[in-house]
């Protein structure tokens, strides 16, 4: 064992032990190194560790502190969608919680937008600002088809930590992660076919899926373990298949990960009954534990897994820089994506890619995650202590959304327009349903997490359930 | 009469009676001043008048230049297309051209990537990196579904030029022209559907035809009014045709720019066989005379007209921003947006916006306008020079792509093939046709005009034919 994994293990039994509470201030560096005989650096790995399992955060010039932690709070039932291929619905109440205008105007619970204000993403903006005075004006050009070269070696490299070989020539870098599934679906199916997805699915897919004549076949999807291998199995018994579209790592909006045994077990099935998956790994390098889990195209043998993603929940949406690994269906996706957009942005593409060779990206997800999971805790904490009682949670493990089931009777379409007034919005649940569904859920952001402003809005929505369902 | 009008028919007439020759330096300013006896800014406003009228051309710190006039060339033929609806073939040809590298690598008379170097763009990237030190981080957020305010403002602004009068709310900002045609195509036909266009025919709509599964009808062109009316309704007659897709002002590939008055018969056309009319006006405001024609959206009347462009001719195709103005279509491009990609770069929208509200487009397109006239008397000379004679010539009336038909034996797919290994590339006719017609013609670029690098490979190219096809 190395010294710093010996000190780190002290550390971890101190903190499992109780000895420091939650929120606590951890011993400071130069304390540990004299007390233990042992150099600086060596105390840095060690927290460095801690940090990466999520018991330790750092913050900007007060040192390390012990995690809050909350307990998992009473989580939601399975789901159970409908048992049949459908059609997508619900575009009225997506285009609802769009909105026609700018998203910054208002304070949302209801928006998937990372928290953009951090220090760690300065660097990223002040590459962009000098990637634009670049002398040969490489920025203005039309970017290659597949994307730069110089971003797809490093999305390439990030691949490692989900455990996923990538070579950049595999890669095609789109305009956010909604371009990535788009082509992805259009390059498995034909119109009428049918794409089994997790329930409740994020609504981009749904509506992607609705956009090209397809059915979905929602799978019910238990809340800590994700979709249901043997809903899905028995899906494929009954009805043609042709594709699962899934996010198993973070998912949104419930914010499980699936493990990694299961992730395997879905892709045996999928090749057993030779269909495609489509998984979106957008929120996968959020998961609160370090190393983060893999991805289903970890295990993929037939590239039969088409991975999307983008940097709009790690850096920022902004950037509408995604890709996609396509596998064996590479031909297809670069059709796709030229008729849809032809090239990407080629200037953020070299601004991201210089900022990930530069260690900002890493740098700033150890900063985001034990951010993120802080505010979950809070969160969790707040909503116990807001909401009426009998509510259910789920326990997000990374991201920054958590999903919230109310009694049957509570309608959450009903009290997001009551709020009209209040300067603040939530998601509905039935978003993340094709047939309106989950219309006694929500999903909830804790991106703002522990500010006043938050709690603020939680208890104003705390007395309006209250007042409106008042048991 | 005002002044500096008297003054501009007095120099006009100087040019037109050869007085002046072209590429003649014209009298100075000063000269002009002390010999008329009126003031700098009246000689100034007569100059920008003759510039708007393509008869002199300004050149950093060396004053204005009569302007090299070549005469109109042989004109190719009018386009002979196959006379049935068929699928689009021919995506091979195009991700050749395109290519797996980027563009930038290749000297390529083929491409349609504007001049990147001018002074008149500094400015912009100028206001991109100081966008990108914005405090407020508002470049890095998702953008809303239609665009910035700021950009729909100033894009609805720029319609005046046309004669269109826009409302911003009208307007979808896109991720490029591409994505407004695909949005477009997909708002108004279903698979099977059949779409008319112009033919020859840019390539991108062409294989957006393609991927949504819809025939395409290819019209006959005329090489000076465009599109045969006479054809489109014959057409029309015989088939059920659900779209025009076309591009009448400085037409990609041919050059021309269709008088209003076809274009209004145009529009009379589709009200009557009740089509929509999906129009590409990418080149539009690089027309060398000013005011620039119409779009026939100017014209339209009950919002059939689904009006496309984007800045990736006028400005850079790197900044991959693009709009649709969808008339009555509106709710289904909604849609077909956020499927696609949810958003556009709202970084890249807010320094454009910028730009052109602080006067940089116009003063940009002012330059570039004539520079690109310019490029085009040379290139038309010295290919009269370097090529075999018989070829013709299209005679663009704006943008920088023309259009060279060559005897029939001629191959220009296999020329391209021969030209690999000579650094350079050009677009064989092929790609604009459905069915991999135009084989016997190129299109050109002019951007990098007079340099001597083009004429270089124009020789390379005038010997490559001719000694392949000895007459
Ligand atoms: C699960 C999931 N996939 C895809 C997207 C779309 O991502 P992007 O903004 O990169 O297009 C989102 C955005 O909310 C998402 O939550
Ligand atoms: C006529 C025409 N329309 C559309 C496009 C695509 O434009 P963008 O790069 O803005 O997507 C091009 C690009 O070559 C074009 O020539």
């Known amino acids: 064992m190395k010294l710093y994994e010996g000190l780190a293990d002290y550390l971890r039994q101190r903190i499992e032990q109780g000895f420091v509470a939650g929120g606590e201030r951890m011993p400071s560096i130069r304390a540990l190194s004299r007390e233990h005989g042992v150099s600086i650096t060596?105390?840095?790995e060690a927290y460095r560790q801690l940090e990466d399992a999520g018991l330790v955060e750092s913050r900007p010039k007060s040192g390390y502190f012990a995690r809050l932690r909350s307990t998992t709070p009473d989580l939601p039932q399975v789901s159970r969608p409908v048992r049949r291929p459908i059609e997508v619905s619900q575009w009225e109440d997506v285009l609802n919680i769009l909105g026609a205008e700018a998203p910054s105007k208002l304070f949302s619970?209801?928006?998937?937008?990372?928290?953009?204000?951090?220090?760690?993403?300065?660097?990223?903006?002040?590459?962009?600002?000098?990637?634009?005075?670049?002398?040969?004006?490489?920025?203005?050009?039309?970017?290659?088809?597949?994307?730069?070269?110089?971003?797809?070696?490093?999305?390439?490299?990030?691949?490692?930590?989900?455990?996923?070989?990538?070579?950049?020539?595999?890669l095609i870098i789109t305009t956010g992660c909604q371009e990535a599934l788009f082509c992805a679906l259009r390059a498995v199916t034909e119109?009428?076919?049918?794409?089994?997805?997790?329930?409740?699915?994020?609504?981009?897919?749904?509506?992607?899926?609705?956009?090209?004549?397809?059915?979905?076949?929602?799978?019910?999807?238990?809340?800590?373990?994700g979709l249901s291998i043997e809903a899905l199995e028995l899906a494929m018994e009954q009805w043609p298949i042709k594709a699962l579209a899934v996010t198993p790592t973070c998912n949104n909006p419930l914010g499980y990960s699936m493990p990694d045994s299961r992730k395997r077990?879905?892709?045996?099935?999928?090749?057993?009954?030779?269909?495609?998956?489509?998984?979106?790994?957008?929120?996968?390098?959020l998961t609160y534990a370090w190393p983060?889990?893999?991805?289903?195209?970890?295990?993929?043998?037939?590239?039969?897994?088409?991975?999307?993603?983008?940097?709009?929940?790690?850096?920022?949406?902004?950037?509408?820089?995604?890709?996609?690994?396509?596998?064996?269906?590479?031909?297809?996706?670069?059709?796709?994506?030229?008729?849809?957009?032809?090239?990407?942005?080629?200037?953020?593409?070299?601004?991201?890619?210089?900022?990930?060779?530069?260690?900002?990206?890493?740098?700033?997800?150890?900063?985001?995650?034990?951010?993120?999971?802080?505010?979950?805790?809070?969160?969790?904490?707040?909503l116990e202590e807001h909401f009426p009682p009998g509510i259910r949670i789920s326990y997000p493990q990374g991201g920054y959304l958590l999903w919230v089931e109310f009694?049957?009777?509570?309608?959450?379409v009903e009290l997001n327009r009551e709020l009209s007034d209040r300067q603040f919005r939530i998601a509905p649940g039935v978003l993340f349903s094709a047939t309106g569904k989950?219309?006694?859920?929500?999903?909830?952001?804790?991106?703002?997490?522990v500010d006043a402003q938050t709690e603020e809005a939680l208890c104003v929505l705390g007395d309006m359930i209250r007042q409106r369902y008042p048991d």
């Open 42 to 44: 060596t105390v840095q």
């Open 109 to 170: 619970l209801g928006h998937a937008m990372p928290d953009l204000a951090g220090a760690t993403l300065k660097p990223l903006l002040k590459l962009w600002s000098m990637q634009a005075r670049r002398s040969d004006m490489r920025g203005l050009e039309y970017d290659s088809l597949r994307g730069t070269e110089e971003l797809r070696t490093q999305v390439a490299r990030l691949g490692d930590h989900s455990g996923c070989q990538l070579h950049p020539d595999e």
């Open 191 to 225: 119109p009428g076919d049918i794409v089994a997805v997790d329930s409740p699915c994020f609504y981009g897919a749904m509506q992607a899926i609705k956009a090209n004549d397809l059915k979905v076949m929602e799978i019910p999807t238990h809340p800590e373990s």
């Open 265 to 285: 077990e879905l892709l045996l099935l999928a090749q057993r009954f030779d269909i495609a998956i489509i998984e979106d790994d957008i929120y996968g390098d």
């Open 292 to 382: 983060r889990p893999r991805t289903i195209k970890a295990f993929d043998t037939d590239g039969r897994v088409l991975l999307c993603s983008s940097f709009s929940k790690t850096l920022a949406p902004g950037l509408r820089l995604g890709w996609i690994a396509p596998g064996r269906y590479r031909s297809q996706v670069i059709h796709n994506k030229f008729v849809s957009t032809a090239a990407s942005s080629t200037l953020s593409q070299l601004a991201v890619a210089q900022f990930i060779a530069e260690g900002g990206y890493e740098r700033h997800l150890r900063k985001v995650r034990a951010q993120y999971q802080r505010y979950r805790d809070q969160m969790v904490s707040w």
């Open 407 to 412: 009694a049957r009777e509570v309608d959450c």
């Open 438 to 449: 989950y219309r006694n859920c929500m999903r909830l952001n804790f991106v703002n997490g």
